[in-house]
């Protein structure tokens, strides 16, 4: 049987060109992306359950003793993770409540129809037409309010779904989890590197989110306190707020600052607001721009304008619960992409990790000097 000549010349340098390469990598990327973006109902609680199931596998540790059985220490993982979602659930459970029942209040009032009338006046003062200022005024309307607040029952079923299936999928991973601990002395000798990869994404996604945990929950007494004190309505709920966007990383503050300025505006005019925007950029700035930056860059090794940038990549595709879980997957793409390939160096330099330091140039050895032989004479 004859074989197949193997091409070689300038058609080979063609198909191993690094424009080509890079070409049919992004293009099985965009691929890849475009399948998890239609099935983004599946693969955002799957995500979601293996992040909780990897933040709660260390308490399996003190269950995991001669004698005992494995099922201990995997019913504790499920009861943990468990008990993280129910904390979860019922704070938005509580900040939903309260938000609607102030709405109602706001709406019953003329509070917003004031407000309103404030900003079509500001607006038109500085020269907009009346159709800007109609359509700027109808963001703080009774009627266009209440809709959003009906809206959020139906979101309700979704979400209701969604957790579903993270407790379902919880079980599985954490009975799983027992199993796949034996690997690194199964399997160590001869997938030791990859073993040693996949550990190491799970400590960094453990780390990422125990210092956004405890900077978000400081970030929220602060901020819950500082709005009770200059008596902005429904302070629970806003802080509540700023503990859960604390986990989007560099525009989580913006996103927990607008809802409590609004309402300020609405309750006290521009002193109150000036105010509560004064408060947050004190506090949220210090703590979130400032501090716990160099903590998540020691815990993630990922730069700041990749962090920025998945939180807008993974909630293009995956959704909103993409922007809570961007940094666990941008560290799980460069873990199975980059992290295997010796030639990456580089990249992964550029992407924030500080353990990518290339090889150390050889040294040369000086080369021994000839020597001439010595011929005695007889």
Not at 14 to 26: D, E, G, H, Q, V
Not at 203 to 222: K, P
Not at 330 to 335: E, Y
Not at 341 to 366: C, F, H, I, K, N
């Amino acid at each position: 049987m004859t074989s197949l000549p193997t091409p070689s010349g300038p058609a080979a340098d063609r198909a191993s060109s690094p424009a080509l390469r890079t070409l049919l990598i992004l293009a099985a990327s965009a691929i890849v992306l475009a399948g998890v973006s239609l099935a983004r109902e599946v693969f955002g609680p799957l995500a979601l359950a293996i992040v909780i199931v990897v933040i709660c596998e260390p308490i399996r540790r003190p269950f995991q003793r001669p004698g005992r059985p494995a099922w201990v220490g995997t019913t504790a993982v499920i009861v943990l993770a468990y008990v993280i979602l129910l904390a979860m659930a019922a704070l938005l459970w509580l900040a939903g409540t309260q938000f609607a029942r102030l709405v109602g209040d706001l709406a019953s009032q003329d509070g917003l129809v004031h407000a309103a009338d404030q900003i079509v006046a500001w607006l038109q003062s500085l020269g907009l037409d009346q159709e800007a200022a109609d359509a700027a005024a109808s963001v703080l309307d009774p009627e266009t309010l209440l809709g959003v607040a009906g809206s959020l029952g139906s979101a309700v079923l979704g979400v209701a779904t969604a957790l579903f299936f993270v407790c379902a999928y919880i079980i599985f991973l954490a009975a799983d989890a027992a199993r796949y601990r034996t690997a690194p002395a199964l399997f160590g000798a001869t997938h030791g590197p990859a073993l040693q990869r996949i550990a190491r994404l799970q400590t960094g996604v453990r780390r990422y989110y125990v210092v956004n945990a405890a900077f978000g929950a400081v970030v929220a007494i602060v901020d819950g306190l500082a709005l009770w004190w200059m008596g902005v309505p429904a302070p629970v709920v806003w802080a509540i707020l700023a503990f859960v966007t604390n986990f989007i990383p560099n525009i989580g503050f913006v996103l927990g600052l607008i809802p409590p300025a609004i309402l300020a505006f609405v309750v006290g005019g521009w002193p109150l607001l000036l105010g509560v925007i004064a408060v947050y950029c004190v506090v949220n700035v210090v703590l979130q721009v400032l501090v716990q930056p160099k903590f998540v860059s020691d815990a993630v090794d990922l730069s700041l304008t990749l962090s920025f940038f998945s939180v807008i990549f993974w909630t293009f595709v995956i959704g909103p619960l993409g922007a809570i879980l961007s940094i666990p997957l941008t560290l799980l793409v460069r873990a199975l992409v980059l992290e295997g390939d010796p030639g990456s160096t580089w990249v992964r330099w550029v992407s924030g990790d500080r353990t990518a330091l290339p090889a150390p140039a050889p040294t040369s050895e000086p080369s021994a000097v000839p020597t001439r032989r010595r011929f005695r004479r007889r």
